[in-house]
């Protein structure tokens, strides 16, 4: 496992960070971290956050401080083992049709391809399950395909629904609420990500791997 670099983050958070770029062998370390802090918390912790390629550690101050919440993460990084249990593959179907893509058209002008190339390379794509952010549900997949790689767009446009999927870089995201983007909306999905009134509200847990299938048709009527 690469040795962290360890960085306060407020009075009451510690950052463990493992790298600045995506990647599978970066984000492995990132879960096994996680793992070994659930199994054996430093005393005083609340929760942990992790991201592409780092865990944020957030404690009680009254209880600990980021000397002695960096010393028990370090000793757990020396031990710590890479994740080697199979994720859970959640399998997500897409509409690429008609208003359910509303960017597709636009964004495989930019690509410079047709329509049905980029769908075939967005479902091609190996997405997993990095971090939520931004909002409630938003759960961020690497595994974009290079040739289908877009920046944003210069500017949000309003009005995006549930459901909608979209790309932008190397990430992908389903939205869980009506929102304004600058990401390129390339279909939608009746899968819902979030439920609030479920126990357990989230559907997908971090590392978890994602297979987008192909419908067509109403699936929204």
């Known amino acids: 496992m690469t040795s962290p670099v360890l960085r306060p983050a407020g009075a009451a958070a510690l950052l463990v960070d493992f790298g ?26 609340c929760e942990t956050v992790p991201a592409y390629a780092s865990l944020l550690l957030v404690f009680d101050p009254l209880v600990t401080e980021h000397e002695a919440v960096g010393r028990h993460a370090l000793r ?30 636009a964004a495989a002008e930019a690509l410079q391809i047709t329509p049905e190339a980029l769908i075939e390379q967005h479902l091609a794509g190996d997405y997993r399950v990095y971090m939520y952010g931004f909002a409630p549900g938003y759960a961020y997949l690497g595994g974009v395909p290079d040739a289908i790689h877009l920046p944003r767009k210069p500017a949000a446009v309003r009005g995006y629904p549930v459901g909608s999927v979209m790309i932008a870089g190397a990430q992908c995201l389903i939205t869980t609420l009506p929102m304004p983007t600058g990401w390129w909306v390339i279909g939608r999905t009746s899968l819902r990500v979030l439920d609030a009134d479920a126990e357990r509200p989230f559907l997908f847990d971090p590392g978890d791997r994602v297979r987008f299938t192909r419908v067509h048709g109403d699936m929204f009527g």
């Open 20 to 45: 600045e770029t995506i990647d599978d062998a970066v984000y492995a370390d990132v879960v096994a971290l996680d793992q070994a802090v659930q199994a054996d918390p430093p005393a005083g912790l």
């Open 76 to 105: 757990l990084v020396t031990n710590a083992e890479r994740l080697t249990a199979a994720p859970r593959v959640h399998d997500v179907p897409v509409c690429y049709d008609g208003e359910a893509a509303p960017d597709l058209v």
